[in-house]
């Protein structure tokens, strides 16, 4: 049978325990913390990664997300709660139970590599079943680099592969060892931009095929809209939302999240009769019920992605159904391969619009135009919160 084959059975069985040789399972965490000394790490987690899911850790630097990943693979001890891997519990701080991370059946794929300079690709590959005295380890680990399209590589050394095929080696390492999940620390960051969107589609690929619980860790917002089934955003050790990527994206549940997902042009509204009012803009307009019940004392921010600004030489027709319009100048265009990004004044707030090539006549900085947005697709929130955009 083939690690694929393997892989696929194991993900129709679901449930099962911790250690290898099992079903896909998930991982829950209840009430799990990590300080160090006065300093918050993780603040009492509850999380849940359904079996065969692809779950991400999303959020800026020094949020928790690596430190919540290596809890879970057990390099770290927690200090408080609880950690599941499928039906069995592998962390308990009230009853001091730890299970070491080579009994958790967990892989990991980490940021540098980890590769053995003076083993081949075939060696670092099977080096895990090797090592647990599994037989046929060399075809086990030759089916893994067929998985990751690197078999023909397996007598090279990591020293002659590129960053890209050295991460592909690393990720059939960790799928070698066949395990109940796979924990991912920022594995694409150390890569150019266009290899990070070419290993983005091969582990979409490799979960799609296989079907493995996977816990990913990035900073990338980018990177975790593409490959998770759901999302956690993190800040200060805590979760700020979790859903999935159409949720939390289309529907952030604060500005913080909202800001980590994205650019956006940030203005200041406040209700005037059955309208809102744009501060200091001379533009009115009727917003959705939802977003009316998000302001405070009849204010709030309303936030416009850039894609959902259009800019158009001034003096046109007017906007289709009653959109706000404003009257602006272009300061600055940037120009990005698909599309044009531009910065428009309009009276003392600058805003950022993008549009394809083509579109928009290909403004110039100076050009008078007409800005419209579509105020069903703005977010409100409450006032009060950090700025965010251009």
Same mark, same amino acid.
């Given at each position: 049978?083939t ?5 696929s059975?194991r ?9 290898g ?6 991982i829950r ?8 000394h006065?300093?918050?790490?993780m603040a009492?987690?509850?999380l849940?990664?359904p079996?065969g ?9 020094g949020?928790?997300?690596s430190t919540?990943?290596?809890?879970i693979?057990g390099?770290?001890?927690a200090?408080?709660?609880e950690?599941w891997?499928?039906?069995?519990r ?5 009853d ?17 590599y980890a590769l ?7 060696q ?11 037989s ?12 990751v ?7 090279r ?14 990720l059939a ?7 109940r999940?796979?924990l991912?620390?920022?594995p694409l960051?150390?890569l ?6 070419e290993?983005?589609?091969e582990?979409?690929?490799?979960h799609?095929?296989?079907?493995f ?15 998770s089934?759901?999302?956690a955003?993190?800040?200060?050790? #805590?979760?700020l939302? %979790?859903g *999935?990527? =159409?949720? !939390?994206y289309g529907?952030p @549940?604060?500005?913080?999240?909202? $800001?980590?997902?994205?650019?956006y042009?940030?203005l200041?509204?406040r209700?005037? #009769?059955?309208?809102? %009012?744009? *501060?200091g =803009?001379p !533009?009115?307009f009727?917003? @959705?019920?939802?977003?009316?019940? $998000?302001?405070?004392?009849?204010r709030?921010?309303?936030c416009v ?6 800019? %158009?030489p001034a ?12 009257a602006?100048t272009?300061?600055t265009?940037a120009?990005?391969?698909?599309h044009h990004d531009?910065v ?5 707030t ?11 006549g ?5 050009d008078?135009?007409?800005v419209?947005?579509d ?12 700025a965010?955009?251009a």
């Open positions: 049978m690690i694929t084959e393997r892989f059975r993900a129709r069985r679901g449930g099962g325990g911790a250690g040789g099992g079903a896909a399972v998930g965490l209840r009430g799990v913390g990590k300080r160090f006065d300093t918050v790490v009492d987690l509850d849940d990664v079996a899911c692809f779950f991400t850790l999303l959020g800026p630097s949020c928790g997300k919540t990943l290596n809890v693979a390099l770290e001890d200090t408080a709660g950690i891997i499928g039906d069995t592998v962390f308990s701080r009230s001091r139970l730890v299970v070491p991370p080579e009994r958790r059946g967990l892989g990991m794929v980490f940021q540098s053995w300079p003076h083993m081949t690709v075939v670092n590959v099977g080096y895990g079943p090797r090592t647990r005295g599994r046929g380890w060399r075809e086990r680990a030759m089916q893994s680099l067929e998985l399209r690197l078999a023909d590589h397996a007598d050394y990591p020293h002659q592969l590129s960053g890209g095929q050295q991460q592909r080696v690393a390492r960790a799928l070698a060892g066949e395990p999940a796979l991912f620390d920022e960051s150390n150019d931009a266009r290899l990070q969107e290993l983005r589609l582990l979409k690929r490799l799609q095929e296989l079907g619980t996977a816990v990913y860790v990035t900073h990338n917002q980018e990177e975790a809209l593409v490959l089934d759901r999302i955003v993190m800040r200060d050790g #805590g979760i939302q %979790e *999935t990527p =159409l949720e !939390v529907s @549940a604060s500005i913080e999240v909202a $800001r980590f997902l994205g650019r042009n940030h200041e509204v209700l005037d #009769g059955a309208e809102v %009012e744009l *501060t =803009l !533009v009115r009727a917003a @959705a019920p939802a977003a009316m019940d $998000r302001l405070v004392d009849g709030g921010i309303l992605r850039p894609q959902d600004v259009t800019v %158009e003096g046109g027709a007017p906007p289709p159904d009653g959109r706000p319009a404003l602006g272009v300061e265009r120009y990005l391969g698909t531009y428009i004044a309009v009276g003392g600058r805003l950022l619009a993008r549009a394809g090539v083509g579109r928009s290909d403004l110039a900085p100076g008078e135009v007409t419209t947005f105020a069903a697709a703005a977010l409100m929130f409450p006032p009060g919160a950090p965010v955009g």
